[in-house]
Nanobody, 122 residues
């Protein structure tokens, strides 16, 4: 199977920055899209940013110009650089990957991380 391990969350003041990382491991043949989603208390999970294997990126309007997603294909890792953070960015951030696994057979597998909490104080 495939596991995603996130790191980098924490408490930051408004206007500050954080960098999230998410590393994939397991029986990975290839990773197509990777992305970050977030879920604030009492709200639905929403897309933050995605990046394809060809490095095409997509952002939620609320984070455009402040967040930057990138990936290191050699390390099967995706990053989210978050700048100019606002209290409304407070949420649990989840890593997501659309993978092709090689065991026991080749197949697509969508995987989620366990989430990392980002808290932005005003």
């Amino acid at each position: 199977q495939v596991q995603l391990v996130e790191s980098g969350g924490g408490l930051v003041q408004a206007g500050g920055s954080l960098r999230l990382s998410c590393a994939a491991s397991g029986s990975i043949f290839r990773i197509d899209a990777m992305g970050w989603y977030r879920q604030a208390p009492g709200k639905q999970r929403e897309l933050v940013a995605t990046v394809t294997s060809g490095t095409t990126t997509n952002y939620a309007d609320s984070v455009k110009g402040r967040f930057a997603i990138s990936r290191d294909n050699a390390k099967n890792t995706v990053y989210l650089q978050m700048n100019s953070l606002k209290p409304e960015d407070t949420a649990v951030y989840y890593c997501n990957a659309l993978t092709i696994v090689s065991s026991p057979v080749y197949r697509y597998l969508e995987v989620w991380g366990q989430g990392t909490l980002v808290t932005v104080s005003s």
